[in-house]
């Protein structure tokens, strides 16, 4: 017999890059404004430090702060499929 296992919930931090202020905790390396090839429009791209390496990310998406003090992208609507916003936490 197989043994399951469910994530424990954490919460994590993160803001959506280009559509609210940076937090303090944002280092970014790099911000341009190029073309987004997915929609055809001039967007904000950026790139942070990540425990893999430089990670880019487009405006729209999201930098989250894990429990660690880690940073890492994630595109939108994986970002809204997989997280719901705690409104009363305790910091």
């Given at each position: 017999?197989?043994?399951k296992?469910i994530?424990?919930?954490?919460i994590?931090?993160?803001?959506?890059?280009?559509?609210?202020?940076?937090?303090?905790w944002?280092?970014?390396?790099?911000?341009?404004i190029?073309?987004?090839p997915?929609t055809?429009?001039?967007?904000?791209k950026?790139?942070?430090e990540t425990?893999?390496g430089?990670?880019?990310?487009?405006e729209g998406?999201?930098?989250?702060?894990g429990v660690?003090?880690e940073?890492?992208?994630?595109?939108?609507?994986?970002?809204?499929?997989?997280?719901?916003?705690?409104?009363?936490?305790i910091?």
């Amino acid at each position: 017999m197989t043994r399951k296992f469910i994530k424990r919930p954490i919460i994590v931090e993160a803001f959506q890059f280009g559509y609210e202020e940076e937090p303090n905790w944002f280092a970014v390396k790099h911000v341009v404004i190029t073309d987004n090839p997915k929609t055809g429009k001039r967007e904000l791209k950026g790139c942070i430090e990540t425990l893999e390496g430089e990670a880019w990310f487009w405006e729209g998406d999201y930098v989250i702060r894990g429990v660690k003090g880690e940073l890492y992208p994630c595109r939108r609507d994986i970002f809204e499929e997989t997280y719901d916003e705690v409104v009363d936490s305790i910091s």
